[in-house]
């Protein structure tokens, strides 16, 4: 054990056996919660012996320090004789502990590693369940990002935000950091003038209380969510109304672009409640961040965080949005236990996202959605090693390993090819009955494989071992690979773009294909069937045609440079290099550093961008080019 040991001397030995003992896997059978009994490799916490019902934050951040600082309340249950609770905690300074009546309560902050943190051990008082933590998050939190002026739209407000999942919310907020232990939470944050605060909660007080220079934003969740839902960002931001229970907050440069973009969000939230349910959440909004925000979107409850790299322009990127509001019901209302079934929150989103974009815009789109997805699953098993490797399982073991090793296309991909498997052998009426009862039954609740399995065979396959076998779900769940009984993904919409790109190779000059009335993913789709080698001339031929390094759409200018890359084409390089450092989508940006990595002549210029653009990245997308990039001294 390191780390400090706070008083009495005999509180501090108590804590000290406890922390021995302080192994995840073995658990005591107990009474304190009614949750997941599945242990959490990446979590210290015991819920069985205590856990956190509720957390209110009371934080105030420092643009300067970089640096959040105030209480959390925490409200425990404990089974009956547990003395203390165990909390995940990673780079946090825990200033003292005390009961809301002030009176100090003994911790330790246990031996833990990189990944996880460390368990935050507190000695409970007899009688109340409430401890108040006082404490700093650490300028490097890696769950927050503090963006300076010039890394926003205006240029003259800072900007922060957080991003939790998988396991980050323990670097800016001390609890049970595990996706099986559902919290309620409220807060209040501190803000100077000019900036305002909003947060995956209900605004209480839409206007805030000024005080001594501060405006106090209140927030408060009363459904109970797991702690990687918690989030909070700063900014000047405005807010545009976009329908009756949605709206946009941006940068108010972007705010009525963004309003535009998004102007299809009541209707998805309609076709999601005519499918799966009533949405349970009261509002939809989204939160459009600075472009350094490190994934597309990010499902916080009423308050979804996109990448501006989604404002295409046409709204031809808002599958992104059904994706994160699909995640409303599963993800967010039914959670995977663990990071080990990821794909239960994202193989089923990605499957409800292609069922709302359906009704909106028709088969013919979502079958091109479909379609684009199953051949990205299909090269990230090449990137996996192969269809063979453990990796590309759809359930994981990943204890010992980051979290966020198991977060591919496989279970997006996989898991969406898995529920489209289940639909070809009993019929979308029978699965979308059943999709409806699960949500209902598992609402708030934690999901895992073998729970979601006994589901199945209770819910749909009910005894017909003819259909269940037609399925094959175990294999589907436990192997790795496609199962062969996985339906072929092909897109009417995308036979022309064949004949085209069948065109192309035999020699047909850019402007005489038949490209008009293209949508994104037509171009995706071509981009992707391109010859692999394709000379300097053909290049210059299809940019001058269809201005590919110029286009505004991050999805096509991304596949455009991998293509650039591919070909050593350096006319296309000044645009790599914008991209790469105008914004910080892991997405995009992990792919196109690696793919330049991996060449002779690349691997350089890679370092030097990296080294000018890592900086303004998020940790998550600098944790993982790191991975192959080792960041240069100084850099
Ligand atoms: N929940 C994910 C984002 C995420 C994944 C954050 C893993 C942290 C760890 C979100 O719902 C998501 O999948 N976003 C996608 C967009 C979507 C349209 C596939 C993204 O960011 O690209
Ligand atoms: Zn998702």
């Known amino acids: 054990m390191s780390s400090h040991l706070i008083l009495p001397a005999g509180a501090a030995l108590l804590l000290m056996a406890m922390l021995t003992s302080c192994d995840p896997g073995d658990r005591a059978a107990g009474a304190a919660g009614g949750d997941s009994v599945l242990p959490d490799p990446h979590s210290f916490a015991r819920p069985q012996e205590a856990r956190v019902r509720h957390v209110s934050l009371d934080l105030t951040p420092d643009f300067a320090s970089h640096q959040l600082s105030g209480t959390a309340s925490l409200t425990i249950e404990r089974a009956a004789g547990a003395d203390s609770v165990i909390l995940d905690v990673r ?12 009176e100090q309560l003994a911790f330790a902050l246990g031996e833990g590693d990189s990944i996880r943190g460390q368990p935050l051990v507190i000695r409970l008082p007899e009688r109340a369940d409430t401890v108040v933590i006082e404490y700093q998050t650490s300028p490097s939190a890696a769950a927050v990002q503090w963006l300076s002026p010039l890394q926003t739209l205006g240029k003259r407000q800072p900007f922060l935000f957080t991003q939790g999942q998988a396991i980050l919310t323990r670097t800016w907020v001390p609890t049970q950091d595990s996706p099986g232990i559902r919290q309620t939470y ?10 305002r605060a909003v947060m995956s909660a209900e605004l209480v007080d839409p206007d805030g209380e000024t005080a001594g220079g501060l405006t106090a934003y209140r927030f408060r969740l009363d459904q109970p969510v797991p702690p990687y839902l918690f989030a909070l960002a700063v900014g000047d931001l405005a807010f545009r109304e976009i329908g009756p229970r949605s709206g946009v907050w941006a940068e108010p440069a972007l705010v009525d672009s963004a309003a535009r973009e998004f102007g299809e969000v009541e209707q998805m939230i309609a076709a999601a409640e005519r499918l799966y349910g009533p949405y349970r959440w009261g509002r939809y909004d989204l939160l459009v961040l600075p472009p350094s925000f490190p994934f597309g979107g990010m499902e916080n409850p009423r308050l979804t965080f996109a990448t501006p790299t989604v404002l295409a322009g046409d709204r031809s990127l808002v599958s992104l949005v059904a994706h994160e509001l699909a995640h409303s019901w599963s993800g967010n209302l039914v959670t995977n236990a663990t990071w080990d ?35 990205s699953l299909l090269a990230t098993f090449q990137e996996l090693g192969g269809p063979q490797s453990p990796d590309t399982r759809l359930h994981l073991d990943l204890a010992g390993r980051d979290p966020d090793l198991g977060m591919n296309d ?11 498997t289940i639909e070809a052998a009993v019929g979308r009426e029978r699965l979308d009955i059943f999709l409806r009862g699960y949500f209902d039954r598992h609402a708030f609740q934690p999901m895992d494989s073998e729970r979601l399995l006994q589901e199945l065979n209770q819910h749909l396959f009910a005894g017909d071992e003819q259909l269940e076998s037609r399925v094959r779900p175990r294999e589907w769940v436990f192997e790795p690979g496609l199962p062969d009984n996985a339906p072929p993904e092909r897109a009417a919409a995308f036979e022309k773009v064949d004949r085209q790109v069948a065109a ?12 008009r009335g293209w949508s994104t993913h037509e171009w995706l789709h071509f981009l992707r069937a391109l010859p692999d080698t394709l000379d300097h001339d053909r290049l210059q031929a299809l940019d001058q045609t269809f201005g590919f390094s110029e286009t505004g759409n991050s999805e096509i200018l991304f596949q455009w440079l991998r293509s650039a890359i591919r070909n050593h084409y350096e006319p296309a390089f000044p645009a790599l290099e914008r991209f790469l450092t105008s914004q910080g989508r892991r997405k995009f940006v992990a792919p196109l550093y690696q793919d330049l990595a991996a060449t002779d002549w690349g691997r350089d210029l890679a370092r030097r961008i990296y080294a000018r653009a890592r900086p303004g990245y998020h940790s998550v997308t600098a944790a993982t080019v790191d991975r192959f990039l080792q960041p240069q001294p100084g850099g």
């Open 91 to 102: 780079d946090l300074a825990i200033r003292r502990v005390t009961t809301p009546g002030g």
């Open 186 to 195: 409220d807060a209040v944050i501190h803000v100077p003038a000019g900036l």
């Open 341 to 375: 079934d990821f794909w239960i929150n994202e193989g089923f989103t990605v499957y409800l996202e292609g069922r709302i974009m359906e009704e909106l815009r028709g088969k013919d789109y979502a079958d091109m959605l479909r379609q684009l997805g199953r051949q």
């Open 410 to 420: 496989v279970a997006y991909e996989k898991g969406a090819a898995f529920l489209q």
């Open 504 to 515: 192309f190779r035999e020699g047909a000059r850019p402007g005489d294909l038949q490209t």
